[in-house]
């Protein structure tokens, strides 16, 4: 570019003198402009007449000026191009450095957090705020300039694409969200006074349910999962007794699969999973099952049958209840036939007959040979029931008030065969669930809300 300029410089400057040096054209010769004669020492010699003979010194020295100021010009164009030379391999290269963190992002991503992402989301942003200032600078247009922005766009879709598969962030979310509900529960705690006294029946009754402590979305983060259960391992063995619980589907006719965690914050953080699918046509139905000594207990359907599955053997057994009736559920979800439960006293069962005309019958389930000791007729019809569970030896019922309140409006004690009406209520997550179990490792209540796992407190009367 800057000897183009000194052309130029030269054209001008020879365009100048142009007027005074001009060639004389040959007719000229004999109008009297020219004249010859010899000289004193015999030399011939021409005389010229010029019209104008002044000499444009005014012109020269303007374009000497302007000589100078293109020279300045060019050099200072010649830096520019030096410098936007030397910001362009830097651009460069940091692009390149780009494009190597993201390959590794992207064969890696589990160790990248959503930091990572952001920090690389606004140095392609600003790389390419530098190459549109670049472009604008030398007001020109190029396939590099091109290029680039391509490039640009692409690593930016690159990064925008793996930060939904960042499972590292999702497993520091996870952490803190299961730190977060380790400190509501233990507010909840203190906020109620309760101090559970666990594997002890010195009350007379539960006198209070906590509020609610909503743990979650279920593991398969669906929301179509309204129709299974959680908690934990009722009577756990040894080496295993913080196991934890989950099985769920979107619909209530059918159960394939259990999963068991560690303990109560792998639940939270779905890690360290345990599937266990139930044996070819042996798919569960209903949704009130519960897990009793490293045991599944569920309801099958055919036949139709108490059925349990040990979790480290894989055998299964069935038990028919002659009695038990598939025509009566609970008012919240069908094909909830038997309702097993446990609490301080054992193993339980619960189910409608039709020779108690669709009332409840708990059954005591005999774990040694998987049979019915003994059972108690109930003058609770099933239907009119959101759920039950047995506290020691105490059956309680549910019901709805309203969407976001239940109540525990019946009690049938199996040691005095007496029965009573209650009106102890709690709040619901949402209006409908389909499972509701006490544990008496703890003293909980726990509930499948909807899709949600939910949990309680229980305070007795110790009066």
């Known amino acids: 570019m800057w000897w183009g300029m ?10 100048a003198f142009s007027p005074a ?10 109008s009297g402009n020219v004249t010859a004669s ?11 007449f010029l019209p104008d003979t002044t000499f444009p010194a005014d012109r020269v020295e303007h374009m000497q000026q302007v000589s100078k100021d293109l020279i300045v010009e060019v050099e200072i164009q010649k830096n520019k191009l030096v410098k936007y030379e030397d910001k362009l391999v830097i651009y460069l290269a940091e692009l390149k450095d780009l494009e190597e963190r993201l390959t590794i992002m992207q064969s890696s991503p589990d160790d990248y957090i959503k930091l990572d992402f952001e920090l690389l989301r606004i140095e392609l942003r600003e790389f390419e705020a530098l190459v549109s200032q670049l472009k604008n600078s030398l007001n020109s247009s190029s396939s590099l300039f091109d290029s680039l922005y391509i490039e640009i766009q692409n690593m930016t879709f690159i990064v925008n694409q793996l930060e939904t598969y960042d499972k590292s962030n999702l497993e520091v979310i996870r952490y803190q969200f299961a730190k977060l509900q380790k400190k509501l529960e233990e507010c909840q705690i203190d906020q109620d006074i309760i101090k559970p006294d666990v594997g002890n029946c010195n009350h007379t009754g539960i006198l209070s349910i906590s509020n609610p402590l909503v743990v ?11 129709y299974g259960g959680w908690g934990r391992d009722s009577k756990p063995i040894r080496g295993n007794e913080n196991m934890h619980f989950y099985g769920a589907y979107s619909s209530p006719g059918m159960v394939y699969d259990f999963y068991s965690y560690s303990n109560y914050d792998n639940l939270i953080l779905r890690k360290a999973i345990k599937k266990y699918t139930l044996p070819n046509d042996w798919q569960g139905t209903g949704n009130n099952y519960i897990v009793h000594s490293n045991t599944i207990y569920y309801q099958h359907d055919s036949p139709f049958s108490m059925t349990k599955l040990n979790l480290t053997s894989s055998q299964y057994e069935y038990r028919v209840i002659s009695a038990a009736s598939q025509s009566f559920s609970y ?13 301080e006293t054992g193993l339980w ?10 009332k409840i019958v708990i059954a005591k389930i005999d774990e040694k040979s998987f049979g019915i000791e003994a059972v108690w007729p109930t003058g609770m019809y099933k239907q009119s029931v959101g759920n039950a569970f047995m506290v020691c030896g105490v059956m309680y019922a549910t019901r709805s008030v309203d969407i976001s309140t239940e109540e525990i409006f019946y009690a049938y004690d199996t040691k005095t065969k007496q029965e009573r009406n209650l009106s102890i209520t709690f709040k619901k997550f949402q209006d409908k669930y389909t499972n509701l179990d006490y544990n008496p490792i703890d003293q909980k209540l726990y509930m499948y809300n909807n899709g949600y796992y939910v949990s309680y407190n229980v305070k007795f009367n110790k009066e």
């Open 21 to 30: 040096l001009a060639w004389i054209p040959v007719q000229d010769w004999d």
């Open 331 to 343: 008012a919240y979800s069908s094909n909830q036939n038997l309702d097993f439960a446990a609490d």
């Open 6 to 15: 000194m052309l130029l410089f030269l054209f001008l400057l020879f365009s």
């Open 38 to 48: 010899v000289g004193s020492s015999g030399q011939c010699v021409c005389h010229v």
């Open 216 to 226: 979650q979305l279920n593991a398969h983060l669906n929301s179509n999962y309204l």
């Open 349 to 358: 069962v619960l189910y409608a007959s039709t020779q108690n005309m669709g």
